[in-house]
């Protein structure tokens, strides 16, 4: 049985108990389609769970768990516990009307992770933006936000943050391309803020800050921009996250993570060291 860490979310609880289901049903040779019929779904729905897409129903798993041969009471108990626990709503949850399901994913994996590692193109990333850099990238989105709408976004970017401050705080490694850094995001006054408060950011103990010069030409990250997590429990895998318009993309096949990991490490070989990062920062503060 895993172990699940106290500061894991719902939904690491819930990826880590789909994928003990899946194991055990493949254990004892039986097919997603049998499974479904056991608790009057479909096939779809028995994949869904396994991969921890969806919530969880304890009569359900209670039922998955007699056609997988499991009778023992305490390992029953144990799996069971996990659903209770997987189903708890994260406080982003209250987030509902700003945050797209797709992203809720992520924000649930994010408060669970151990280490986070990013590199951003375009924008200063989410952890490390000031509030006044967020709210002027949320006023540039399409279609234009309401007040109220931008407000409740940027409350939840800021809230999102507090993850590098409170409790157990993973570790976040960020390689920002200085394309981000020369983007006059808001003016002139709001880049020179950001630039000073990730000088700021950069002195706490869980954060390195990395910048991927200009004058290096291409590097190993032109294929745009990422996000790797990782987690304490050891049954569970890598993510990669990519984010696109109106969707996103989470990759935990072993190759694909690979891959990813491969540039991310080329990226932090090749980008300024971060004590040449911050030195970067001040000369951008110094031209302005």
């Known amino acids: 049985m895993t172990t699940v860490q106290p500061n894991g979310g719902s939904m690491v609880r819930r990826i880590l108990l789909g994928s003990q289901l899946r194991r055990?049903?493949?254990?004892?040779?039986?097919?997603?389609?049998?499974?479904?019929?056991?608790?009057?779904?479909?096939?779809s729905?028995?994949?869904?769970?396994?991969?921890?897409?969806?919530?969880?129903?304890?009569?359900?798993?209670?039922?998955?768990?007699?056609?997988?041969?499991?009778?023992?009471?305490?390992?029953?108990?144990?799996?069971?516990?996990l659903v209770r626990e997987a189903n708890k709503p994260g406080?982003?949850?209250s987030y509902n009307?700003?945050?797209?399901?797709?992203?809720?994913?992520?924000?649930?994996?994010?408060?669970?992770?151990?280490?986070?590692?990013?590199?951003?193109?375009?924008?200063?990333?989410?952890?490390?933006?000031?509030?006044?850099?967020?709210?002027?990238?949320?006023?540039?989105?399409?279609?234009?936000?309401s007040n109220e709408e931008l407000e409740r976004r940027l409350s939840l970017r800021m809230r999102r943050q507090k993850l590098l401050t409170e409790?157990?705080?993973?570790r976040l490694w960020a390689v920002i391309d200085e394309a981000a850094l020369r983007r006059p995001v808001g003016g002139h006054g709001v880049m020179r803020r950001q630039v000073q408060y990730l000088i700021d950011v950069a002195e706490t103990s869980n954060v390195v800050i990395q910048v991927m010069p200009f004058r290096f030409g291409v590097h190993a990250g032109e294929s745009g921009a990422f996000s790797i997590l990782r987690f304490p429990e050891q049954d569970l895998a890598d993510v990669v996250y990519l984010e696109q318009l109106?969707?996103?993309?989470?990759?935990?096949?072993?190759?694909?993570?690979?891959?990813?990991?491969?540039?991310?490490?080329?990226?932090?070989?090749?980008?300024?060291t971060p004590d040449q990062t911050i030195d970067l920062f001040r000369s951008i503060l110094a031209e302005s």
Do not use: N
Request: with cysteine; aromatic share 10%; hydrophobic share 40%.
């Open 45 to 81: 729905k028995i994949s869904r769970m396994e991969l921890g897409r969806v919530s969880f129903k304890e009569r359900d798993v209670a039922d998955l768990l007699t056609l997988y041969g499991v009778h023992d009471g305490a390992e029953r108990e144990a799996l069971l516990g």
């Open 97 to 145: 009307d700003v945050l797209p399901g797709w992203f809720q994913t992520y924000v649930g994996l994010e408060e669970a992770a151990t280490l986070i590692r990013t590199y951003e193109v375009q924008f200063i990333p989410g952890l490390l933006q000031s509030e006044e850099y967020a709210r002027a990238v949320f006023g540039q989105t399409r279609p234009v936000l």
């Open 167 to 170: 409790g157990q705080s993973p």
């Open 91 to 93: 406080w982003w949850h």
């Open 246 to 272: 109106t969707s996103a993309l989470y990759l935990d096949k072993r190759d694909d993570v690979d891959s990813y990991v491969q540039v991310m490490e080329r990226l932090c070989v090749d980008s300024l």
């Open 24 to 43: 055990l049903r493949e254990g004892h040779g039986i097919t997603r389609e049998d499974a479904g019929y056991q608790i009057r779904a479909s096939e």
